[in-house]
Structures are given as C-alpha cells and as structure tokens.
C-alpha cells in the first residue's frame, strides 16, 4: 500500500472544490447569510459528493461511470431545476434577524441540498476519472483507491473549512444593504447556470 495516494487525493479534493462555480457562490452567499456552520454544512455535504464520485473514478467503477454518464441529461435536468429554485429562493430572501427565523432551512436541509445538487452533476465524476487516469491513479487496487478516496473527501473539506473561515471572518463587515445586493446578484447568477444547464439538458434529450 503507497501512503502517498492520501497525499494526492488530497491535493485533487482541494483543486476540484477550489474551482469557482454555482456550487461555490452558494456556499459563499449561505455563509454571509447565516454564518460559517450553516456554510460549513454545505460545504460538508460537497465534500461527501467530491467523495463519492472520486471512489467511483477511483475503484474503477466503469459500469456506474457509464451509467451516470449515460444519464447525464437527465441528471442535468434536475441539477438545472434544483439550482432555479435554490436562485429563487436567495433572489427573494430577506437578510438580517427575520432571515435567521424564517428563511434559513435546518443544517441537515443545507447539507442535503448541496450534495443532491453536486451529485447532479456527471461532469464531476468525468473530471475525477479523466485526472485520475492522466496521473496514473485509477487501477492500483483496494487500498489504494480507498487512501484516494478519503484523500479527495479530506482535501474538498479543507478547502470549505478555508472558504467559509475567510467568508465568516468578513461578514460582520457586510451590511444588510449590500446583503440585499448579495443576494439579488447571486440569485441571477445562480438562476442563469439553472437554465442553461435546464436547456442543454433538454437538447440533448430532444436530440436523443
């Protein structure tokens, strides 16, 4: 067994979760919103998808790689569809303390949102498997590909833990003003990756 796929699965977590995207504007916008364990809890629960996928490339689970592949319009399609109402959802919450009581769901609903939303993406599992294969790291057996595994769930966690201390740490120097502004703005960015992802999923069904 080589201790230094841990290391590697590590280092690939942190560089895949590092990349800006839907994924990371929402985390950055719950965390200013409601504080870092509310954005940590979604962070958590991209990690564990970060995870999940990295094990799949990792085992070398070919007939689930194709699978969710093969699927990826539909998966699109519901991805799309969950990120349009997550863009709602921030485009009209309202900051300060009624949000605290009333917009903010429980940390099991933050944590659950973002793993659904994650797994919806095949591209994830297609990144993992083609930087796993161009670095040599697929097909070296059991333990191997476990140390990956939790490698890649730790490195994605780090870089949550990172993000979402340095959002909270600037938090209290955002106004409920700019707040709103936050929220409008992350809620049209959100809204436009919903629909084009909404969009190109259903060419591609339509197309098939």
Same mark, same amino acid.
């Given at each position: 067994?080589?201790?230094?796929?841990?290391?590697?699965?590590?280092?690939?977590?942190?560089?895949?979760?590092?990349?800006?995207?839907?994924?990371?504007?929402?985390?950055?916008?719950?965390?200013?919103?409601?504080?870092?364990?509310?954005?940590?809890?979604?962070?958590?629960?991209?990690?564990?998808?970060?995870?999940?996928?990295?094990?799949?490339?990792?085992?070398?689970?070919?007939?689930?790689?194709?699978?969710?592949?093969?699927?990826?319009?539909?998966?699109?399609?519901?991805?799309?569809?969950?990120?349009?109402?997550?863009?709602?959802?921030?485009?009209?919450?309202?900051?300060?303390?009624?949000?605290?009581?009333?917009?903010?769901?429980?940390?099991?609903?933050?944590?659950?949102?973002?793993?659904?939303?994650?797994?919806?993406?095949?591209?994830?599992?297609?990144?993992?498997?083609?930087?796993? *294969?161009?670095?040599?790291?697929?097909?070296?057996?059991?333990?191997?590909?476990?140390?990956?595994?939790?490698?890649?769930?730790?490195?994605?966690?780090?870089?949550?833990?990172?993000?979402?201390?340095?959002?909270?740490?600037?938090?209290?120097?955002?106004?409920?003003?700019?707040?709103?502004?936050?929220?409008?703005?992350?809620?049209?960015?959100?809204?436009?990756?919903?629909?084009?992802?909404?969009?190109?999923?259903? *060419?591609?069904?339509?197309?098939?």
């Amino acid at each position: 067994m080589d201790p230094t796929f841990l290391l590697r699965g590590v280092g690939l977590g942190f560089a895949i979760a590092a990349a800006v995207g839907p994924i990371s504007l929402l985390t950055i916008r719950r965390t200013l919103a409601h504080g870092r364990v509310y954005g940590l809890a979604s962070g958590v629960g991209v990690a564990l998808a970060d995870g999940t996928y990295g094990g799949i490339a990792a085992f070398g689970l070919t007939a689930i790689t194709s699978v969710l592949v093969g699927g990826r319009a539909v998966l699109g399609l519901a991805g799309g569809a969950l990120l349009v109402v997550l863009a709602v959802r921030t485009t009209t919450s309202v900051p300060g303390p009624v949000a605290d009581t009333t917009d903010r769901p429980g940390l099991m609903a933050a944590f659950g949102s973002i793993f659904g939303l994650t797994m919806t993406n095949p591209m994830t599992i297609l990144s993992f498997a083609g930087i796993f *294969a161009a670095a040599g790291l697929a097909g070296h057996g059991g333990a191997e590909a476990g140390l990956l595994t939790v490698g890649v769930f730790l490195g994605s966690l780090a870089w949550w833990v990172v993000l979402t201390t340095v959002v909270a740490g600037l938090r209290s120097r955002v106004t409920l003003g700019a707040l709103t502004w936050i929220n409008r703005i992350s809620g049209l960015v959100l809204l436009v990756f919903g629909l084009v992802a909404v969009a190109t999923s259903l *060419a591609s069904l339509v197309a098939a």
